[in-house]
């Protein structure tokens, strides 16, 4: 019962039943336009005949002439729902206008039945403790209300329960250790599954991170030794290089690229390949340890029973309408548009790029000249972090504009394919870029004397002389810290800030008179809670963090780092979900999963991309097969020396095209015989010119292995990780082979006592059986379902875990129903207690 | 009842009780040496402290002096069954040796308690005709016999029915389809999967075969235009060629080879690419195909419950000692020196192949000499066909052997990492001889010049002027045909013939005594089954098929009549199976099975390395890429004109090494510039002589780029195929909502009615219930569980399923146990019948 003031707002005024739902209509006799931006539509499911609404409905009126109307439909959704079993209490006093509040209490025989509907587990013995049982129950209550038309009104469902001494221990050990069995029990199962995936995968990041922080060290140790970087930076070896730009670009020499060859090395080295191996099967790793968490969380949560159909059943029974619209939650029929909008924006980055090089290459000035690489990079990848900022809003917005046209389907399968497109779409958005300088950018520019032109003009971006892996990396790195930490901070933190400001303020802006009501009496729980921002699902959660692991997966081999970033980002991301799911939003409905859904398909999916993409980094983007096929086929004494010189081609300057718009600088002051370029072509003297020379072909066969080898070897492995490491953990599978055999055990003591029954009910037929000691117990059966226990259940917790020891024991006797000696029974059969008296005893 | 004399046979003496099972023992106090081949052990499952026996031994001594402490076992084991409530018959007359048989009887009682622990499945309300449902009750009584102590005595289980009209009707129907309900009904799941799985694979094998002859087809139509072969053919071009052996080859016309090259393009032509996706796509089909099939059957076959965990219990509960001695069934513990024996037996026919070549080639008759390659080839192809057939029998006695002297284990798993170990073994067995044709035979030759030797003397062998594909070509139609062919009608027809014969001859020739015995009274029917051939378990069957699923598969794209071939051994092959099942074989147990383990586990893994072997079959071994990099990047016209003059390298017949022992023969009579040799090389007058030339690094990427091509590309659809279609089947998953509503409606009503009883009981309380009719049905529930119907079962199928019918009844009922409207209930009340009743009724 109501011990302090505090919880008692979680009781109807009898401070007995406790309030489970809260319902929401607004009166608008007089103010019409205000809630008008929250109109939605009933949804109606097909199934069978039988038209399904969820429980809770935010009543709102269109238009006056309807308000009768309304008041009917009114009428009818909370007959039915008494009819259902629920029990009602309105205001007591009646508000003409304003948000109207109707609390529900959902008696214990509708909670049983339904909890009979889906089949819910329940201990039948246990040696540990029992575990805490709450949620499920609040879950499971909710009936279905038949043959509600469909009008212009809406529904949204909201809960209000107080902040009670759960959450504060929630947020409290947020801190420490993920509470899973606390989330699940407060929010249901599917979010607890979020959480404890996070948790998961943050724990397995520290490995990556740690391996990653190896690699980059190796890398940092061994610059000084590389033996091509120290070639590009020996100024003895001074190759002359072609001018990186038309007409106004001076030849230059490759030890001015000293630096970023450098920087490359801590990058591009061998370790990276080991570590893309490392990271591929750690990938498979994380997969079968969540499948195996899955099972553990399963198992402990009772979930194992609940199979495939009933989840279809669920949805069957109570269709819950899409009810996510926030942003990232909802891009459904995505559009070729929006597909060609990242392109474009990804087209007009190269274009910027490009055209600002040439302008400031132009410029006079030679320090603006100095720096145009590191301008341009800077600057570029800077308005592409933004430009991704803004489309992942833009399409949020499209999104929910496209959604509020549709009338949303109630299938389960609607969401999957909805996420699926959405995550295309964020997937582009947010790699599209990166996957431009890691494979596209510098193959299309041309060689020397024929380069490629792009507006007549402006010649294609080239990578920088350290190859194109460095770019990769600050491309990378900028994207995804940058994404991270403004997303965190300014959208998960201050957009629900800032949308509760602008609650609390229209709350506030409505009417004196009701500030002054609000004013003459302490407002209820409901009406705090009314006030919080609606859970609009944990689509952008995973969404967010999906997009995060294409990071940390896809493109590791040119950012060893990337794990480490990840690892802090989420151990902030968790305490800041774990706020906002306790103190920002309202509170969730609890909805029972199994698992994480569609989202484990695309880790997978994007764990089998991951292979490919980072097969092709290390053979394409890093310069690792060059090195190797030098070393192993062209290298005389066997080391690296001489690799640099090997990479330049030559050119013969009065090859430059004479037609060109731009005129090419003269040759420097000293005579210039060849000038060199970074490709593998014939030299001027060959008799096959600028062609492709053999070595590039055997580069390039060498490369192409590569991406074979790897591909199979990690796929492979990945299997084999798949395969080694088994999906039910041994503790679970001998768990259930010990209850199973309890189980037996206990059947065949039944068996047993049944064949001693039936002889002393054969041979006691005659008498009068109301006597009998022994089948006394089969007339009060039925009450099992009706009933709870005889001992009182206390407090809100002891209550709801009472309710489900209570449903165990009908379950447990239900099946037992054949045994005349079941203790379980007996207990239930001396216990007369209907409603009346379990509350009394609360 | 027993209506004729023919199913007599079937029930005990008293003409009523059925026989289930037949124990059968050896009295060998006179004769102790026969049998001592059947030595086998009693298993012991380590599980809790229970040892568990399985139900049906064949209890043999090993020596006079413990035949006192066996006839002590036998006795406690018999009590033991009947401690578990089975039935007993013996033979009247007490025979001194030979074997013994006692009839057991599985009374109603213990079968639904057995169905009870297997949660069988049983339908509550069925629109469509009730299915049959009798031979999983068979399967359910095996009750579990614990402290058997472990001996030198040996267990084997033998089931003994009449042939009934059930074995002929389902021999009559194989002619026309797959009677797949039937035979599960009378095999159990286990094999009515096998053949519903063989049933799909055949089906699905038509579209394959007429794709494959399409295929093939095409390439009869196209062999006169195709260009290469016809620049082959033509003698005008006449291309000299270096000779094919040392010392006593001469040069050649390539123009010889035509007829090679002609029979090459009927395999190696641009739609056996088309076609090599086409089936990549066919398996993921196919696999996707069967999981809707299995769904559809554990349906329809009420298997939807059995959960894994169930699955385990049943092994648990039930163990089963590893019965499968069967050639190919028991191959464990493969050491290397079994591996070792495949590879030598490969290395052993090249050798043979490369030894006789250049003995024939050294032969004085022209004859020889011109059907060398036609000879050697042949003769390897079916020596290495002999060694295969060889060692897949070979390993199975190593198999048998090494399984002997281990004890067996219990546990399912021992069962899958056994049948995966016999697997990897026939798979290199069957296809080494094949892989070393697709990709290595001629890699490793060298060059003119510079040849590699084995053995100092012999060269390597080269591929056929045509390329290595016809002869892989050969090779894998030859093998495939003839494994099937022998297969089928020596080991499938064959020995069982055989050890029947053998059986049938040891049992004459015992005794004279016993043979006037036989002959004084007509042989019971388990006499006769007693004389047929144990079931030796489904993995020889699963075996050859999946080796077939194999050539299939793998090698699809040298060999595109394989479906074709495979389609026409499996018609003949369910025929054969099913007639060995039903005339050859003892009655197998039933077992129940949700789906066909881990062979689909290995029909997938071999799906995936058949994505990659195809690609590297079309890349390297076939032309097709030298084709395409020449039309396209060296062809002066875009044809295919000069394709041979470009594949072919030059020679300067002075490099000939003069060290060499055997001496190349001098130039032909016109002077020869420079002879031809098949390979990319520079030619003799370039400054890198005889490296590989650019165009051989160009082939080589461009091959790698295919393999990657083809694998992503394969394996994209692969996942897009088995993403579209749905696994379960839309109708099935439409029937489990339809029963799911039916399920509810129950539920609701029986709530409502409930409630209704509840206040009739709250307002009777204080009368004697005994009276009152809405509970009377409760006092007679627990009667549910231990007696059929009312109404009189007929015959042998009727009875099992009205067994069938009064279980789901009895299941029904106890779900249903709240409800005291129910109708079936009041129907099982109002029945007093127990067993005697029932059996009168028969």
Not at 304 to 314: A, Q
Not at 479 to 499: A, D
Request: net charge neutral; glycine share 6%.
């Amino acid at each position: 019962g109501p011990q302090d003031g505090q919880s008692s707002c979680q009781f109807f005024s009898d401070g007995r039943r406790k309030v489970d739902y809260v319902l929401v209509f607004y009166q608008r006799k007089q103010i019409s336009v205000r809630g008008g931006d929250r109109l939605h539509r009933l949804s109606r499911s097909a199934g069978d005949g039988e038209v399904c609404v969820d429980l809770a409905v935010e009543v709102e009126l269109e238009a006056d002439p309807v308000e009768g109307e309304m008041v009917l439909i009114r009428e009818e959704f909370e007959a039915r729902l008494l009819e259902a079993g629920l029990e009602m209490e309105r205001d007591t006093e009646v508000r003409v206008y304003g948000p109207s509040f109707t609390r529900l209490h959902v008696p214990w025989q509708v909670l049983s039945r339904e909890a009979e509907f889906l089949k819910i587990k329940v201990p039948t013995k246990k040696v540990s403790p029992p575990p805490l049982y709450s949620r499920v129950c609040v879950k499971v209550n909710q009936p279905f209300q038949p043959n509600i038309p469909q009008l212009g009104h809406s529904t949204t469902k909201q809960l209000s329960h107080c902040f009670s001494r759960d959450k504060l221990h929630l947020y409290g050990a947020f801190y420490k250790y993920q509470p899973v069995d606390l989330i699940r029990k407060y929010f249901g199962e599917k979010i607890g599954l979020y959480f404890a995936w996070l948790g998961v995968y943050t724990q397995l990041l520290i490995p990556a991170s740690m391996v990653g922080i190896i690699v980059f060290c190796y890398g940092c140790y061994t610059v000084d030794m590389d033996v091509p970087s120290l070639e590009m930076c020996d100024k003895q070896q001074n190759f002359t290089m072609c001018p990186l730009c038309d007409g106004v670009c001076d030849y230059w020499h490759l030890s001015t690229a000293c630096g970023t060859a450098r920087a490359s090395h801590l990058f591009d080295n061998p370790a990276t390949v080991f570590f893309a191996i490392f990271m591929s099967l750690w990938v498979a790793t994380f997969l079968e340890h969540w499948k195996r968490r899955q099972i553990s969380l399963n198992h402990s949560w009772d979930l194992t029973g609940l199979e495939e159909e009933e989840v279809h059943t669920i949805t069957y029974h109570t269709p819950q309408p899409h009810r996510t619209r926030g942003r990232g939650g909802t891009h459904h029929y995505i559009s070729h548009p929006t597909f060609g909008l990242t392109f474009s924006a990804v087209f007009g980055v190269i274009v910027y790029r490009i055209v600002v090089s040439a302008l400031m290459a132009m410029s006079p000035d030679p320090e603006t000249k100095s720096n145009v690489r590191v301008t341009v990079t800077a600057t570029a990848v800077i308005i592409n972090l933004v430009v991704i900022l803004i489309l992942d809003e833009i399409y949020g917005a499209v999104a929910v504009w496209l959604t509020e046209l549709e009338i949303p389907r109630t299938e389960s399968n609607f969401e999957q394919h909805l996420i699926l497109k959405a995550f295309l779409l964020k997937f582009m958005n947010a790699y599209a870029p990166i996957l431009y300088v890691a494979f596209f950018k510098g193959r299309f520019a041309g060689r020397p004397g024929d380069y490629v032109y792009v507006f007549n003009d402006y010649r294609m971006e080239e990578c920088a002389p350290g190859g194109c892996l460095i770019e990769l990396c600050i491309q990378l790195s900028i994207i995804m810290v940058g994404k991270q930490l403004i997303q965190n901070n300014v959208f998960e933190i201050g957009i629900p800030k800032l949308k509760k400001l602008i609650r609390a303020w229209k709350g506030k802006g409505i009417s004196l008179e009701e500030r002054e009501e609000q004013r003459a009496r302490p407002p209820q729980q409901w009406n705090l809670d009314y006030t919080l921002v609606p859970f609009e699902g944990l689509t952008p959660e995973y969404m967010e963090m999906i997009i995060q692991f294409g990071f940390v997966s896809l493109f590791v081999a040119s950012f060893p780092l990337a794990p480490l970033f990840a690892l802090l980002n989420n151990v902030i991301e968790i305490r800041l979900d774990a706020k906002k799911f306790v103190t920002e939003l309202r509170r969730p409905d609890a909805v029972q999963a199994k698992d994480i859904g569609i989202w484990y398909n695309i880790l997978s999916g994007m764990g089998k991309f991951s292979v490919i993409i980072n097969a092709f980094v290390i053979s394409f983007t890093s310069d690792f097969i060059p090195r190797l096929v030098y070393q192993y086929m062209y290298s005389q004494t066997g080391t690296m020396h001489g690799f640099i010189d090997h990479t330049l081609s030559h050119f013969n300057v009065s090859n430059f095209r004479p037609e060109g718009s731009l005129t090419f600088p003269k040759p420097l002051v000293t005579p210039l015989p060849t000038p060199r370029y970074k490709d593998y072509r014939e030299p001027p003297w060959s008799a096959e010119a600028y062609q492709f020379s053999k070595t590039y072909w055997a580069v390039l066969a060498a490369r192409l292995a590569f991406v074979i080898l790897f591909q199979n070897l990690v796929m492979f492995l990945s299997l084999l990780v798949a395969w080694v490491i088994p999906d039910v953990p041994k503790n679970i599978s001998e768990q259930l082979k010990r209850e199973k055999t309890l189980l037996v055990d206990v059947f065949l003591r039944e068996e047993k006592e049944k064949f001693h029954l039936l002889q002393s009910l054969f041979s006691s037929k005659d008498q009068p059986s109301q006597g009998h000691p022994d089948t006394a117990h089969f007339r009060t059966l039925p009450l099992g379902l009706s009933q709870g226990l005889g001992q009182p259940p206390g407090g809100e917790g002891g209550e709801s875990r009472a309710r489900c020891r209570a449903a165990s024991f009908s379950q447990f006797t239900r099946q037992m129903s054949m045994s005349p000696s079941n203790n379980a029974g007996r207990q239930m059969s001396m216990s007369p207690s209907n409603d009346a008296t379990r509350h009394t005893a609360v």
